[in-house]
Nanobody
């Protein structure tokens, strides 16, 4: 099994930055896709960023240019750097992973395994 543990959430002001972390453990070999999703109260879950086994990344339009996702494979940490945060970024953020060779096509819609989440609140 794969275990995903998020940390780094908190409360910030609009325009500030925050860096989340996802420590992954367990059977993590051959992961093809890893990413971040978020869900705001009353809204559907939204994929915001993904990184693939070849190092390429993809972002949703809502965070493109503000979020950057990176992976430290030595320490098994996946991190999104989130800059210029806006109140609309307020949500529970979830780390996700998938081993399927087909996960790239749905990387911002659904991945196989999710963590418990960490809350980000952005006030204006």
């Amino acid at each position: 099994a794969v275990l995903l543990l998020e940390s780094g959430g908190g409360s910030v002001q609009s325009g500030e930055s925050l860096r989340l972390s996802c420590r992954y453990s367990g059977y993590t070999m051959n992961m093809v896709c890893m990413g971040w999703f978020r869900q705001a109260p009353g809204k559907e879950r939204e994929g915001v960023a993904a990184i693939f086994s070849d190092g390429t990344t993809v972002y949703s339009e809502s965070v493109e240019g503000r979020f950057t996702v990176s992976e430290d494979s030595v320490n098994s940490i996946l991190s999104p750097q989130m800059n210029n945060l806006k109140p609309d970024d307020t949500a529970m953020y979830y780390c996700a992973a998938d081993r399927s060779v087909y996960c790239r096509a749905r990387a911002l819609r659904e991945l196989g395994v999710y963590g418990q989440g960490t809350l980000v609140t952005v006030s204006s």
